[in-house]
């Protein structure tokens, strides 16, 4: 602990200095006198997008200790000019709640209760399905044309994903033969 | 818009401070209402009367931008005598098929020239009949005094620039719109002539040379049965007064999600490859010429059509594709009818979905038939979803309200559902594409926490398993996967794929792997591989053009450093427009490009061949962009038009008209046609409809979103600060119709359709107005959508009460105008749920489930 | 003195012992513009920490955290006015009134005169600042404050409010709150350009027209010597929830401040004296 001197006595700054009624300069403590916003602790700042709606405000993200400290607008964007709405200022505590689940969960038909599951397990009982459900659907022909694709398979989500997550989503599915793969877009 | 989209109302406020007027129209009196000049209250489902009565103001007024509806949109163009009107038909355009309940568009064309459309419906459909370019012996109607031509293209319409001929597009609009008055806006919209009257005033005189007037709309306009319509209106209300491709003008869609936009653009949906090619649908016999031929067409720059897909092509199976094997366009699936999300979910309860995945999604509170959403999901064999909270899309087996009311339970529900955790933003690289087009980079700051991945390594990481498990397969269909382009770089403890490698095939690269500068170099013979020729351009030079962040304060307002837009780093599209045929800005005022005497230049990237002066002429049989004159700025559209009348690419008719919802309180005035006749219904077991009219449902209801959540939840009641803002499901309604049906302001509410009930908080507000329709009084009940039975905040779902009932351009349901009933008080608990609705359904005289 | 506790005040951080401090800082929260989003309760929350403060539909129309607290330091408000009219009359006359409401930072801050611990203390930026190493939970300043804007929380017994984000001043950044809002409806900085600026946006909208603009907290002569928070509304303070005439609960005490400040210096003795043990 760092040594106290008398002379930061509130007591005594309060009777010898300028703030005579012990409100403001005299009044402060030593935690006040230390306090700077945590943004400036940050090991680094990363320039980011909001993730809600479609405006696309630009965000800077505070990292310290491999943890977001910060979350905030990002004043050199000409769409947002630093400023954000109430979900982007909320965008901390999207990364950050302690409610977000961050384990994969299993539920097994008929089931009553999610279950653990490693993700490499996951993975790969995914890929087996995927393969499966792609050959039980799989149409060669339809109605005398032929459509060389699968009716098993169909997804639904990249409103909220990157481009590139959207490319591979795409690319991927098309080269199985899936084609109802759909997003917000049509909703 | 300050509600969903606030920050980026900024500049609306920014423009009022500077004199702009503001209307909002809506059928409530929102946070927009609050800062606008005026608020002016609409029933829902009702805008083509209002916007097609601008239109008929501006027509019938002599208000058009004449020099510009005349050299930039198809005005002039001379149709089809064989089209009939939907006021010769009583709603009905020619062509309509009451068996197949569908459009055959062939009456809809020029009258010298066939259209392939940029957008919309195309390789579906064969070709309509090629009518012989420059006919001469094509007969004009009786007593005419204009004189029609043969226009300079070979293959455009004839042409009277007198816009007096009683089959060009002008005359034909302003038939087709005569009966849209403001009586009519009073009846239908319950709009005041003096209301009516002030709006019209307000555009005109804000359009023209020196002014430009913007529409701003969003869901409230897509999500009806005639909702492309809604649109297509607007779009004739623009053209006609000279307000689009110019700055301050357009017909801005404000999107809800971060990258709904890119979504679109490198489309996760069934009809669309990247850059909106279509996807190809099943014929007899295929090949890629013939899939081109039916693409799009010829003029104009989707006449590059072949170097746009077989640059696709070479992105996606890279070596393996070869001219000898039409670059492997056979390996794409094909298309049989609509595949879209709802007939997913039919198909899902028909049993012929085995698995589903859910990426960001939350169609158990997000989706129209909320019950039948959730029967879809517990119908499939096998369920993965991927987000960042338990959403009920995931948890729907135990909490369900199909559980909650004992219709099922979870020992028989035999879904094997998969959670796996996703990374948040800031846990991932990559591009978002805003509502403008915008491709912003966002970097990622740190990895995520445990088990959660990014999207992009899901799938790279599940295409590598599903390869390894084919590997050695001889069966064909196995081919496409097997000879995907699937080696991306990995990076990090988590091997992640490289996003910026995905963006650079987006991009595209040319034999030697050099990154193109942009669309313009692709081409059509195999040598260059581009992922989304749209997106061409966003990885020139090897550098990531969409992370670039020169800040605003340090360039022009236009920002060009900012970002990059699609395409080729254009802020405003077809931005020729604004500027005069001889290439002037049309005022100082709104100057934004303009032709310099050798190039066209400005503040923008100009939307137009650089070097094309305005007095070029295409040859007679100039193909793709040389077929473009150099006064015509709509680029992609085959003659450089604006059309204000479609012949082709709409499935409900070139022009729009006013339908009732689906589900209405009142009949149609206009037509002895009542609803869209070509609208997607479903009528079955937990999608029956309510009847027009009728005591039983006698309200009407829209749906909509508050600042304070997002969409379906799965990012905001999960999060404590933004659900302690808005903690409860809740309705709105006038303080007539609380007195009416006995509700309290801060008590509960049940509302009641043919699909279920659900309960809400009532809050009581002058806001939402009742309307004077057609002689009667209609209520409207506001229903936020946000909550579901997960969450921090839980509550009933607005979209659990909708029909599944779909726009046939679109697919899109009609979730902005239903009907209802209302009564006080909490709804029932358990089997008394269904018996309730059971006994709506009897009452009402709809088919037992 | 005297002034030190009643009127008009020239240099609010000089009189609390600050030599050449900066600008007296301030907000400007101008309602005309604000769209209600609570982007500033957010934003506010986020920066401070502050726990949820419960999840329960008020029935008050958008606003559904009720007032300023413990766990509230930006607060919107939202009034709904309507005039009487038929059905079918879509004339304009629904008004929605919006303010984010936040402490006043007063010139003459009750809740810091009575504090008898010290832990409510003016900063450098004239703004009002309680150190929560220092409050002892006896809640002196929540009866005291004019506006009923600091409090307790149940949890910790500590009392808590708006800080001007004290840390981020500091630091040269401006409060969260002003940062994110939309529409600059919340603006920061030096209270002289504020007042300014505040003056001459009255003016515009009065010659536009809205002669029910007014201002509120501007006047050095009211009864806390001005805030350092002020607010241009569109209505009487009474209908956004504010007192007309807040007068600094001090005023007329001075026996109330020897008495405090009696305590106060005991309480100090009493800290230094803990620091001094533990050497």
């Known amino acids: 602990m760092a040594r106290v001197g008398i002379e930061s006595w509130p007591v005594l700054r309060q009777l010898t200095g300028t703030d005579r009624l012990g409100r403001g300069e005299a009044a402060r403590s030593k935690r006040t006198d230390a306090l700077v916003a945590r943004t400036e602790q940050a090991d680094r700042v990363v320039s980011s997008v909001c993730p809600y709606c479609a405006v696309g405000c630009g965000q800077k993200v505070y990292v310290k200790d491999e943890k977001v400290i910060q979350i905030e607008g990002d004043p050199e964007s000409p769409i947002s000019r630093g400023r954000l709405c109430p979900k982007g200022s909320a965008s901390k505590q999207l990364v950050t709640s302690p409610g977000r689940q961050t384990t994969v969960l299993y539920r097994r038909p008929y089931g009553t209760e999610w279950e653990p599951l490693a993700l490499d397990d996951a993975m790969d009982m995914i890929a087996d399905r995927v393969i499966e459900a792609r050959r039980q659907g799989w149409e060669d022909t339809s109605g005398g044309k032929p459509v060389r694709r699968t009716m098993g398979i169909a997804s639904l989500g990249g409103a909220t994903l990157d481009n590139e997550e959207n490319y591979l989503i795409k690319k991927f599915w098309s080269a199985l033969g899936a084609i109802q793969i759909e997003n917000q877009a049509r909703i | 818009m300050a509600e969903c989209h606030p920050v980026g109302f900024q500049w609306v406020m920014e423009a009022k401070a500077r004199g702009a007027k503001v209307f909002h129209i809506d059928p409530r009196f929102t946070r927009t209402s609050a800062v606008a000049h005026r608020h002016v209250p609409v029933r829902a489902g009702s805008d083509i009367v209002l916007l097609g009565a601008l239109v008929n103001h501006v027509l019938s007024g002599g208000h058009d931008f004449r020099d510009y509806v005349l050299n930039y949109t198809n005005a002039a163009a001379i149709i089809n005598e064989d089209f009939k009107d939907t006021e010769d038909l009583d709603g009905l355009f020619s062509g309509y098929d009451p068996e197949k309940r569908e459009y055959n568009p062939t009456t809809w064309g020029y009258d010298s020239a066939s259209e392939e459309p940029a957008s919309g419906r195309r390789d579906e459909s064969s070709r309509a009949p090629d009518l012989s370019a420059g006919d001469l012996s094509h007969e004009h109607g009786p007593g005419a005094t204009y004189e029609a031509t043969p226009s300079q293209t070979g293959r455009a319409p004839y042409r009277d620039d007198t816009l007096e001929h009683p089959r060009c597009v002008y005359q034909v609009l302003k038939r087709h719109f005569a009966r849209y008055t403001p009586e009519l806006v009073e009846d239908v919209c319950g709009i005041s002539p003096a209301d009516f009257g002030e709006i019209a005033e307000a555009i005109v005189a804000n359009s023209g040379r020196e002014r430009t007037t913007a529409f701003v709309y969003s869901v409230g306009w897509t999500q009806h049965t005639v909702g492309a319509q809604y649109i297509r209106t607007a779009s004739i209300l623009q053209l006609l007064l000279g307000n689009i491709g110019r700055p301050g003008g357009g017909i801005l869609a404000?999107?809800?999600?971060?990258?709904?936009?890119?979504?679109?653009?490198?489309?996760?949906?069934?009809?669309?490859?990247?850059?909106?090619?279509?996807?190809?649908?099943?014929?007899?016999?295929?090949?890629?010429?013939?899939?081109?031929?039916?693409?799009?067409?010829?003029?104009?720059?989707?006449?590059?059509?072949?170097?746009?897909?077989?640059?696709?092509?070479?992105?996606?199976?890279?070596?393996?594709?070869?001219?000898?094997?039409?670059?492997?366009?056979?390996?794409?699936?094909?298309?049989?009818?609509?595949?879209?999300?709802?007939?997913?979910?039919?198909?899902?309860?028909?049993?012929?979905?085995?698995?589903?995945?859910?990426?960001?999604?939350?169609?158990?509170?997000?989706?129209?038939?909320?019950?039948?959403?959730?029967?879809?999901?517990?119908?499939?064999?096998?369920?993965?979803?991927?987000?960042?909270?338990?959403?009920?899309?995931?948890?729907?087996?135990?909490?369900?309200?199909?559980?909650?009311?004992?219709?099922?339970?979870?020992?028989?529900?035999?879904?094997?559902?998969?959670?796996?955790?996703?990374?948040?933003?800031?846990?991932?690289?990559?591009?978002?594409?805003?509502?403008?087009?915008?491709?912003?980079?966002?970097?990622?700051?740190?990895?995520?926490?445990a088990d959660a991945r990014s999207d992009l390594w899901f799938m790279y990481h599940l295409g590598l398993r599903i390869r390894e498990r084919l590997s050695g397969s001889a069966d064909p269909i196995d081919r496409p996967v097997l000879d995907l382009t699937w080696d991306y770089p990995e990076e990090g403890p988590q091997r992640d794929p490289s996003a910026a490698a995905v963006l650079k095939e987006i991009n595209g690269y040319d034999a030697d792997g050099n990154t193109l500068s942009g669309f313009t170099a692709l081409k059509d013979d195999g040598t260059t591989a581009c992922g989304c020729w749209i997106y061409s351009g966003s990885y020139a030079d090897d550098v990531n053009q969409t992370a670039r962040r020169k800040p605003g304060a340090e360039q022009s307002w236009v920002a060009p450093e900012w970002g990059w837009a699609w395409p080729a780093n254009r802020r405003i599209l077809y931005n020729r427009a604004s500027a005069d045929p001889e290439g002037r800005p049309w005022s100082d005022r709104k100057a934004y490009v303009w032709w310099d005497g050798e190039q066209w230049t400005g503040h923008d990237v100009p939307d137009f061949e650089k070097k094309k002066p305005p007095s070029y002429v295409p040859p007679p049989d100039a193909k793709a962009q040389d077929a473009i004159g150099g006064a015509d700025p709509f680029i992609m559209q085959t003659d450089g038009k604006g059309w204000l009348f479609v012949p082709k690419g709409l499935v409900d008719g070139p022009l729009p008209a006013h339908y009732e919802p689906h589900e209405s309180p009142v009949d149609n005035p206009l037509y002895g046609q009542q609803t869209n006749p070509v609208r997607q219904v479903f009528p079955r077991k937990g999608n029956r409809y309510n009847p027009v009219g009728g005591e039983v449902f006698p309200y009407a209801f829209t749906?909509?979103?508050?600042?304070?959540?997002?969409?379906?939840?799965?990012?905001?009641?999960?999060?404590?600060?933004?659900?302690?803002?808005?903690?409860?499901?809740?309705?709105?309604?006038?303080?007539?119709?609380?007195?009416?049906?006995?509700?309290?302001?801060?008590?509960?509410?049940?509302?009641?359709?043919?699909?279920?009930?659900?309960?809400?908080?009532?809050?009581?507000t002058d806001r939402i107005r009742p309307l004077r329709i057609r002689g009667r009084t209609v209520h409207q009940i506001g229903l936020p959508y946000h909550w579901g039975s997960a969450g921090i905040v839980r509550g009933d779902s607005a979209n659990d009460l909708l029909p599944i009932v779909l726009d046939a351009n679109t697919h899109i349901q009609e979730s902005k105008a239903a009907t209802c009933d209302i009564r006080p008080g909490r709804r029932p608990q358990g089997a008394a749920l269904p018996a309730l609705v059971r006994r709506y359904r009897r009452i009402a005289g709809i088919p037992e489930d | 003195m005297e002034n030190s506790l009643y009127g008009p005040l020239a240099n609010v951080a000089e009189d609390a012992g600050y030599t050449d401090p900066p600008a007296r800082a301030g907000f400007f929260t101008d309602t005309s513009v604000c769209i209600g989003c609570k982007a500033c309760e957010v934003a506010c929350k986020e920066w401070n920490a502050i726990p949820d403060d419960g999840f329960a539909l008020t029935g008050m129309s958008y606003d559904n955290t009720g007032a300023l607290g413990a766990s509230t330091w930006r607060h919107v408000a939202f009034i709904e006015q309507t005039a009487p009219r038929e059905v079918g009359d879509s004339a304009g006359s629904t008004r929605w009134l919006m303010a984010s409401d936040v402490c006043k930072h007063c010139t003459h801050a009750a809740c810091l005169d009575v504090c008898p611990t010290g832990a409510l203390f003016r900063t450098e930026f004239s703004t009002v600042v309680v150190q929560q190493d220092i409050c002892n939970g006896c809640a002196y300043c929540v009866s005291a404050c004019p506006y009923g804007v600091i409090d307790r929380r149940e949890d910790d017994g500590r009392a808590w409010k708006c800080t001007m984000c004290y840390d981020r001043l500091g630091d040269g950044m401006e409060p969260a709150c002003a940062k994110a809002c939309p529409t600059d409806s919340i603006q920061y900085?030096?209270?002289?350009?504020?007042?300014?600026?505040?003056?001459?946006?009255?003016?515009?909208?009065?010659?536009?027209?809205?002669?029910?603009?007014?201002?509120?907290?501007?006047?050095?002569?009211?009864?806390?010597?001005?805030?350092?928070?002020?607010?241009?509304?569109?209505?009487?303070?009474?209908?956004?929830?504010?007192?007309?005439?807040?007068?600094?609960?001090?005023?007329?005490?001075?026996a109330m401040w020897k008495w405090a400040g009696g305590a106060a210096l005991a309480l100090a003795g009493g800290v230094a004296a803990s620091f001094l043990g533990r050497r």
Not at chain 2, 311 to 321: E, I, N, P, R, V
């Open chain 3, 189 to 254: 900085g030096p209270l002289d350009e504020l007042r300014a600026r505040a003056q001459e946006r009255l003016g515009d909208l009065h010659r536009e027209g809205v002669a029910e603009a007014r201002l509120y907290g501007e006047d050095e002569n009211d009864g806390v010597g001005g805030t350092g928070a002020l607010f241009l509304l569109l209505d009487e303070p009474e209908a956004y929830g504010l007192p007309p005439d807040p007068v600094v609960t001090t005023r007329d005490l001075p």
């Open chain 2, 703 to 764: 749906t909509y979103r508050l600042t304070e959540h997002h969409t379906a939840g799965g990012m905001s009641r999960f999060l404590p600060y933004l659900s302690e803002l808005q903690p409860e499901m809740f309705c709105e309604v006038s303080p007539a119709l609380a007195a009416e049906r006995g509700l309290v302001n801060g008590g509960w509410a049940t509302i009641i359709t043919a699909r279920t009930a659900i309960e809400a908080r009532v809050l009581v």
């Open chain 2, 254 to 449: 404000l999107r809800g999600h971060a990258s709904i936009q890119g979504s679109t653009d490198i489309p996760t949906l069934y009809n669309l490859l990247p850059g909106y090619l279509p996807m190809p649908y099943a014929h007899e016999h295929e090949d890629l010429d013939t899939y081109l031929e039916r693409a799009a067409g010829d003029t104009g720059f989707w006449g590059n059509k072949r170097a746009y897909m077989v640059s696709l092509l070479k992105a996606w199976w890279g070596d393996a594709a070869t001219e000898d094997n039409d670059f492997c366009f056979d390996y794409l699936p094909r298309l049989t009818g609509d595949h879209g999300t709802y007939q997913t979910v039919l198909d899902q309860i028909a049993g012929k979905v085995k698995g589903y995945f859910l990426m960001g999604e939350n169609p158990a509170v997000g989706s129209a038939g909320g019950r039948m959403q959730r029967q879809g999901l517990a119908s499939v064999d096998w369920l993965v979803v991927r987000d960042l909270n338990l959403i009920e899309s995931a948890t729907f087996w135990k909490d369900s309200p199909e559980i909650a009311s004992g219709e099922t339970t979870a020992e028989e529900i035999g879904t094997e559902v998969f959670f796996l955790p996703a990374a948040s933003h800031v846990e991932k690289g990559g591009t978002f594409t805003n509502t403008q087009r915008l491709l912003q980079w966002h970097h990622k700051a740190l990895e995520p926490p």
